[in-house]
């Protein structure tokens, strides 16, 4: 079991930069690779980046990539995602998720959440 506490949203102008947070307790956090998703109001929830179990492996979604940046601290069981040149349209609740193995872009091969941080960008 691991549970998983995102923190770092707020409100930020377009242009502006956040870094987001998640916190893993539980098991053996290094033995999972560890995804960030987001979802906007009306819209399902879609993959945003993803982190293999050692950090020596990341992928992103094309509306993000460069702009991003996905990282961990496994001593600290911590995962990252660094938002930069931040647009009004990146508005949404986003959420770390926890699977084991390989990185994955599907939410449904994701087995543990948390509850989501919400980021808003005024334009």
């Known amino acids: 079991q691991v549970q998983l506490v995102e923190s770092g949203g707020g409100l930020v102008q377009a242009g502006g930069s956040l870094r987001l947070s998640c916190a893993a307790s539980g098991r053996s956090f290094s033995n999972y690779a560890m995804g960030w998703f987001r979802q906007a109001p009306g819209k399902e929830r879609e993959f945003v980046a993803a982190i293999s179990w050692s950090g020596g492996r990341t992928n992103y979604a094309d509306s993000v990539k460069g702009r991003f940046t996905i990282s961990r601290d496994n001593a600290k069981n911590t995962v990252y995602l660094q938002l930069n040149s931040l647009k009004p349209e990146d508005t949404a609740v986003y959420y770390c998720?926890?699977?084991?193995?390989?990185?994955?872009?599907?939410?449904?091969?994701?087995?543990?959440w948390g509850q989501g941080t919400q980021v808003t960008v005024s334009s």
């Open positions: 998720a926890a699977r084991q193995f390989a990185t994955a872009q599907a939410p449904a091969s994701y087995d543990y």
